[in-house]
């Protein structure tokens, strides 16, 4: 079940900071690209849990195993102070692939949050909620050398507050074959269902035995901060599908 688009209401406007979000990842991609796709650079503005939980740049290449094979990471010089690499790392993405799904969602989900908490409010919160996602994946194993990168921890935070704020708005997704329009709760619950129980699951993992590539904590710390957010938001501002029909009045 893959989601292509929502439904949106009429007469919001443009939602510029997601836009924005948008384009500084592609922009900040294409230019890595040109440069030549230097890894080492890419993962020197990583998030390294290493580097954090020790506060020293790592600018070594740095040895790991995943599912059984030995890997050289190429390193080089992060910022300093190496913790800015928790920002960073929200705009740097590993391929097209990645950063394809990524934009996705955030285009499908990120305005309607942006147009319900305000473009200030909404960044300030996307930029927190990646934050929280990479410290819920160094919490699982603050040793690790392996590079955290990628806007998703920040999108789980929009997609736990817009669960939250609009659970019934339907959502159209790619399924078997069919376009299927489902409530926002069933696309993006079962979604955050499956992160849960992947995260769980590496809780166990060690560098012997991980597999590649999905950081889901950072995903489930993510999500939990957009509910968390997405609760508030009800609370102060209230019910988005009560105040569209106030405003209808």
């Known amino acids: 079940m893959f989601p292509l688009y929502d439904e949106n209401e009429p007469g919001q406007g443009v939602a510029w900071v997601t836009l924005a979000l948008i384009g500084i990842n ?14 080492a650079f890419t993962y020197g503005f990583s998030t390294i849990p290493a580097e954090i939980t020790t506060g020293r740049d790592i600018v070594a290449a740095q040895p790991v195993v995943i599912d059984g094979v030995r890997y050289l990471i190429p390193e080089a010089p992060g910022p300093n102070p190496i913790y800015l690499t928790l920002f960073t790392s929200m705009f740097m993405h590993g391929g097209w692939l990645h950063l394809g799904g990524n934009m996705l969602f955030l285009f499908i989900f990120g305005d309607n949050v942006e147009h319900y908490i305000g ?20 919490l699982v194993d603050p040793n690790s050398v392996v ?26 997704v790619f399924l078997l074959r069919f376009l ?53 938001a009800r609370a102060l501002f209230g019910d988005p599908a009560t105040r569209r029909r106030l405003a209808g009045r």
Do not use: C, E, K
């Open 119 to 138: 473009s200030a409010m909404y960044l300030l919160f996307y930029l927190v909620a990646g934050i929280v996602a990479a410290f819920a994946q160094i």
């Open 180 to 232: 299927v329009p489902v409530p926002a709760v069933v696309a993006i619950g079962l979604w955050a269902v499956l992160q849960f129980v992947s995260g769980i699951g590496s809780i166990a993992v060690t560098s012997q035995t991980a597999g590649g590539g999905v950081a889901y904590m950072a995903h489930v710390g993510g999500f939990l901060t957009g509910l968390v957010v997405g609760f508030l």
């Open 147 to 172: 590079p955290n990168l990628g806007a998703s921890g920040a999108i789980a935070g929009v997609l736990g507050a817009y669960i939250v704020l609009f659970p019934r708005n339907r959502v159209v």
């Open 26 to 39: 592609i922009a900040v991609f294409l230019l890595l690209q040109r440069a030549g796709g230097d890894n």
